[in-house]
């Protein structure tokens, strides 16, 4: 059973559209949860980290948000830069893994 | 500060022969994971070390699959006798303690198997 699921697969924007991207998860104990931004031939670039519900960050154009069984980044005013995969990955208390999403493409179009 | 840095960022092999991945940390990192993104996949984690220690392997498959971390030079994920499976983009992690608040990504070596 997956633990994180990210929704949608793919969006596509106009420039200036603002939208958010979702991200669910099923695991208790969460000791932390990161949003990275992967670019095509790239690794990820780490973008956030949320702990606790009700936890807010920005950056740029950029806002995360959580909930218990949600994270949102919400896209303003988009450019076409932001164009690329938006990764959401889960860390676990107990291990030192991240559990990822598949992520979300993201295009905006000028 | 140079980045993580992974070589060679392709790889072609044949099947049987074998795959040497590496992964030089950034200057003062001393706990390396990799992670394996197969095609329209998300990133798996296969292993956690800390200078020659393996902490972590449970995300490695069990045969053919290696890691190491020496006390000098990189960390190597090595892979025996490749089959087309193995193909995917491989990345490397590395933070100056435990955990993924400080840590950041290579830009991976991407596999492919013949």
């Known amino acids: 059973e997956d633990q994180v699921t990210q929704s949608p697969e793919a969006l596509r924007l106009q420039e200036g559209e603002s939208s958010s991207l979702n991200c669910s998860y099923t695991?208790?104990?969460?000791?932390?949860l990161f949003w990275y931004r992967q670019d095509p031939g790239k690794g990820p670039e780490f973008l956030f980290t949320?702990?606790?519900a009700g936890e807010e960050k920005e950056k740029e154009r950029l806002k995360a948000t959580l909930t218990k069984k949600e994270s949102f980044l919400h896209i303003t005013a988009p450019k076409p830069e932001d164009s690329a995969t938006y990764l959401c990955?889960?860390?676990?208390?107990?291990?030192?893994?991240?559990?990822f999403g598949k992520g979300t493409k993201l295009t905006v179009n000028p | 500060n140079a980045g993580v840095m992974q070589n060679p960022r392709h790889l072609v092999r044949r099947r049987g022969q074998e795959a040497r991945l590496r992964c030089s940390p950034m200057?003062?990192?001393?706990?390396v994971y990799w992670y394996r993104q197969l095609p329209e996949e998300g990133l798996k984690f296969m292993v956690y070390?800390?200078?020659?220690?393996?902490?972590?392997e449970s995300g490695m498959p069990k045969e053919r699959f290696s890691a190491e971390f020496p006390k000098e030079g990189p960390s190597i994920l090595r892979i025996q006798q490749v089959v087309r499976g193995d193909s995917a983009a491989y990345f490397c992690?590395?933070?100056?303690?435990?955990?993924?608040?400080?840590?950041?990504f290579g830009q991976g070596t991407r596999l492919t198997v013949v």
């Open positions: 200057k003062g990192h001393s706990h």
């Open positions: 992690a590395s933070s100056p303690q435990a955990g993924y608040t400080e840590a950041f």
């Open positions: 990955a889960l860390d676990q208390g107990g291990s030192e893994k991240l559990v």
């Open positions: 070390l800390q200078k020659e220690n393996i902490i972590d």
């Open positions: 695991v208790s104990g969460l000791r932390g």
């Open positions: 949320l702990y606790s």
